[in-house]
């Protein structure tokens, strides 16, 4: 652990009143981390932000949170906290990560944050690439996940890669550092669990040492992506002009680059999403440019369609035939789907039906429309935006019903409610300050 606090203070790149965010859950992992942090914050008079999520899955997180707060306190260290109070349908591990580190980006830019240290070890890296290696992915994905990645306005750092979580567990228990245990860990419900249970142990047996090799591994992922990378920042824009492929000069390439190229438009098209794109996806694109037929299309998750037109591939989405409709909110709007809109003085529903907005905080007036390309929202209890799309997906409705279903907006185009669905982070509760109220029924 002397190697790893001597990395942060001389190579991490940690100056002397730094802001320095790191994410704590209270786990022996965080809490070593937090150990180290708060060294380094005595000899360089840092200013440490600790992070803490409340998953809102067991009953002990309130018990974990108090004592971090009081253990900041203590320690004159900043306490941010959060609680997930709603989960969609997706992975839950994935959106948990996506929920956590829009918290984290939030806290690191509202502070002026340098840098973000998170706690992930060795361990987590082997089974983040064999998890990623049997689902499969691509270069990068294989390689598991970095030291340091530069975000532009920080930097994440995972100090912790080469070690393993039994050697911050010992560590731990050497400094008198106290930790919580979460139980859900040990569940098989989750695949990172079971790769933790039952392949963890069987590599470590063959090699007590294997979570170097694995590093080794993923830095030489890394730095042969990072070149390809490089070569393809040179090449692609011969062949991807205004967003069409042409399929002539893209032939002429290397396959390993014209892979390359396809993920870094998908990558554009799907951010945050593109672990829905698989390689079964990419070679159906790949089929595609390659194919005899001169016209053809390929269909992609979230209504992405690929089309081949003889010598010109574009990316885009599906249309769909449906009656288009803006609607200015009044007292009563009829809508399209046989349901109302109705401005009241008072109504006791706190369902997803009713919505209390304050006129300070959305801009007049509102309108009733259908969904657009792109639109988001933030819904209520969580932090950044979700797309209206996957809300729809989340709730099961249909691809018919998701075309007339109604969307309230105010006049800068923010989403504010979905009825009958989801409520935005403008919505209020009964007890705060409102004088808008609309039902959908």
Known sequence: MEEIYEYLLKESGIRYRDVVA???????????????????????????????????????????????????REKGLQFEFMKITNYGDDNFHNEARTIRYNFFDRVCKENNAKFLMTAHHGDDLIETILMRIVRGSTLKGYSGFSK?????????????????????????????????????NSKDTYTRNRYRKYVLPFLKSEDANVHEKFLKFSETLIECNSYIDREVSHIINRVLVDGVLYIGK??????????????????????????????????????????DRAQAVVHLPNNVKVIKTYDKLTFGYEEEEYDVYEIEIGDVVNLPNGMNIVTTSLDE?????????????????????????GDKMCVKGMDGHKKVNDI?????????????????????????????????????EKSQEYDIILKYY
């Open 392 to 428: 729809f997906i989340d709730c099961k409705i249909s691809s018919k019903d998701r075309s007339v279903w109604p969307v309230v907006c105010d006049a800068n185009n923010n989403v504010v409610w979905i009825p009958g669905l989801k409520k935005s982070k403008f919505d209020k």
């Open 22 to 72: 790191v994410g704590v859950s209270g786990g022996p992992d965080s809490m070593a981390l937090l150990d180290l942090l708060i060294r380094l914050k005595e000899e360089l008079d840092l200013i440490v932000i600790v992070c803490h999520v409340n998953h809102n899955v067991r009953e002990e997180s309130k018990i974990e949170e108090e004592y971090l707060r009081e253990f900041c």
């Open 349 to 373: 529903d706190t369902s997803n039906y009713v919505t209390r907005l304050s006129s300070k905080e959305v801009l007049l007036p509102l309108y009733v429309r259908t969904r657009r390309n």
């Open 148 to 184: 340091s990645i530069d975000r532009g306005d920080y930097v994440i750092l995972r100090p912790l890669i080469s070690v393993t979580k039994e050697n911050l567990a010992d560590y731990c228990k050497k400094q008198h550092i106290k930790y919580f245990i979460d139980k859900s």
């Open 250 to 291: 893209f032939l002429e390439l290397d396959h390993l680059i014209q892979v390359k190229i396809i993920y870094n438009i998908l990558e554009k098209i799907y951010g945050d999403d593109l672990f829905i794109v698989t390689n079964t996806h990419v070679k159906l694109i790949m089929d595609l440019v390659n194919g």
